[in-house]
């Protein structure tokens, strides 16, 4: 027994060999077949010095023979086993490799079902992250997205608003949208499903607080060219846009209303605003009513006269050199056409400061030229005038003290005198030293003694313009027979009459005027024995400043006075200083 355990450890690297023996022997892969008997070859050449060194030669051939006999037993037992189970061992590989083959397969099939799934969940990833994306867009813009059948039923919605919740609007029709808004958006998404055609609209919410404006596009869905099974619609909250678009009309109607204030305040005062470029073309005017008609365009050498032109583009030119505002007074056109002009020049600068360009403004100032001018006409004729009236006054008064014999006569004389001289002045004056209409004069001179439309007077004859000077002569005479009149003749009583006639005999140099003055129904006439100073004044005055020839007929009826004037002598003279002053006026 301990001889038997002290072998064991040698037979065993045998009997291993033999199991690896047997085992290549029942194997049906041949790599499995070439492994087990390399196996074993290993094990017995192992095994062999092992049992070469176990005690002395005869317990060694003893050793060796048990092993050859048990080896004989398991070759035997091995070559039963072969015959017996060899007729099974091909359907047995067969079937191994079938199976290897449907292994290989579904090896083959997991793994392209493996990638398929990761490729799937690479797309639903994407789908997901760009769903996240588009909601935060559609949030970040104010944009609903939602998407309801051919009845109008909402199935889902991306960044709902009050109206359109999840848990309100799901499954719902537009029953769900404000009453006010629900027809027409209905009909637009009806039209889309009849249609097939993309609808556009915009509509307007009414709200608590505020109104909200959107545009709504509404987009039919079908499937192969199908009838459309639903709608995807987008809705744009355009509130923000929709104010400023408010705001903006009404910022340029009420612009546009003060620019039309601005035009008009600019026409009134004939004021133009207008710019212009470097090469002082005209860019832009607030008005093209100019004397030179539009000038949009156009440059100062094409519309202004040389003997204008230089003046202006000097002051321009100036402004554009030395980038500081100027002002000039400008005359543009010649004679009676020639207008003046307050001239305010401007630089338009840069940001870097260089000049693109200037900005003008005109005012119109030909009118106050023109009273500048005439005032300085009056203040000459009013000087002339003035020396002319104290001379007269001077002598008046030299010749009524001559005539009068106390001061208490004197004095009245000489009131009524100056008073007929002052009605003659304001005639004058009233009509800017231009003349004096005949009949209004002697209308006021007799209407200082009796009432201008009193049917005891009658004035009669054609329109006349009397010199300032012939009515001031003329004006004293007939002041002198009104006086004359009131004192003994027509006027002395309440039933005399007086008629005043003129009338005009051949025209130009050879004219002359014919006044006549007949008084009846007085108290009796009779001839002075004296001439006072009325008669110096109507006979000598006339005749020496107008060369008029008068002729006083004393009859018992009334005092009639026949005057005969050159018209040269009693029609204005057309003087340098009267034409200007006609033309300033």
């Known amino acids: 027994m301990n001889g038997a355990a002290a072998w064991f450890p040698t037979l065993m690297p045998w009997a291993i060999a033999f199991i690896l023996i047997a085992v290549g022997i029942v194997a049906t892969a041949n790599k499995m077949r070439l492994v087990c008997l390399l196996g074993a070859l290993v094990l017995v050449i192992d095994a062999l010095p092992q049992l070469a060194g176990q005690g002395s030669l005869a317990t060694a051939a003893q050793s060796v023979a048990v092993v050859c006999v048990i080896l004989a037993v398991l070759v035997t037992g091995v070559m039963l086993a072969e015959r017996f189970f060899a007729p099974a061992l091909p359907a047995r590989r067969a079937a191994a490799r079938a199976k290897a083959r449907e292994l290989r397969v579904s090896e083959v099939k997991r793994r392209r079902l493996s990638g398929l799934l990761r490729r799937e969940h690479r797309r639903l990833e994407t789908v997901n992250e760009m769903h996240r994306y588009f909601e935060l867009a559609t949030r970040n813009s104010q944009i609903?997205?939602?998407?309801?059948?051919?009845?109008?039923?909402?199935?889902?919605?991306?960044?709902?608003?009050?109206?359109?919740?999840?848990?309100?609007?799901?499954?719902?029709?537009?029953?769900?949208?404000?009453?006010?808004?629900?027809?027409?958006?209905?009909?637009?998404?009806?039209?889309a499903l009849t249609t097939s055609s993309t609808q556009t609209f915009e509509i307007e919410v009414p709200g608590e607080e505020e109104r909200s404006w959107f545009r709504i596009d509404v987009v039919p869905i079908s499937h192969n060219g199908d009838e459309p099974v639903g709608l995807v619609c987008t809705a744009i909250d355009i509130t923000r846009s929709k104010r400023l678009d408010m705001m903006r009309t009404d910022l340029s109607r009420r612009l546009a209303e003060t620019l039309q204030r601005f035009n008009l305040a600019l026409r009134s005062e004939r004021i133009t605003v207008f710019s212009q470029d470097l090469s002082l073309r005209y860019t832009w005017a607030n008005s093209d009513e100019t004397q030179v008609g539009s000038i949009i365009g156009r440059t100062d050498e094409e519309i202004l006269s040389p003997q204008d032109l230089d003046p202006i583009v000097s002051l321009k030119r100036g402004v554009i050199e030395t980038k500081r505002p100027a002002s000039a007074e400008i005359g543009i056109g010649e004679g009676v056409e020639r207008r003046w002009y307050d001239l305010h020049v401007e630089p338009n600068l840069k940001p870097d400061g260089s000049v693109s360009g200037i900005t003008c403004a005109s005012i119109d100032i030909t009118h106050r030229r023109r009273n500048e001018e005439q005032m300085r006409l009056v203040m000459r004729e009013l000087t002339h005038r003035t020396k002319n009236l104290l001379t007269v006054v001077i002598a008046i008064a030299r010749q009524t003290s001559n005539q009068a014999t106390t001061v208490e006569a004197f004095v009245p004389a000489l009131i009524a005198r100056l008073r007929a001289l002052s009605a003659a002045q304001d005639l004058i004056v009233a009509d800017d030293w231009a003349g004096v209409n005949i009949g209004?004069?002697?209308?006021?001179?007799?209407?200082?003694?009796v009432p201008p439309m009193s049917d005891r007077v009658t004035i009669d004859g054609p329109r006349l313009i009397l010199s300032p000077e012939a009515s001031q002569n003329l004006g004293l005479a007939i002041h002198e027979l009104a006086a004359n009149a009131m004192q003994y003749g027509a006027f002395a009583n309440g039933t005399g009459t007086l008629a005043v006639s003129w009338e005009l005999e051949g025209e130009d140099e050879g004219g002359r005027l014919s006044l006549t003055w007949v008084e009846e129904g007085g108290p009796a006439v009779v001839e002075p024995t004296t001439r006072g100073f009325g008669m110096t004044v109507i006979e000598r005055n006339l005749s020496r400043a107008l060369g008029a020839k008068v002729d006083l007929s004393f009859e018992a009826s009334g005092l009639t006075a026949r005057m005969t004037l050159p018209l040269q002598s009693v029609v204005p003279i057309p003087s340098p200083d009267r034409i200007a002053l006609a033309q300033a006026s």
């Open 144 to 191: 609903t997205v939602f998407y309801q059948n051919a009845d109008l039923r909402y199935e889902w919605i991306v960044n709902p608003r009050s109206a359109l919740t999840p848990s309100h609007a799901i499954g719902r029709t537009d029953d769900v949208l404000p009453e006010a808004i629900r027809p027409m958006v209905i009909g637009h998404k009806r039209r």
């Open 440 to 449: 209004d004069l002697i209308r006021v001179l007799v209407g200082q003694f």
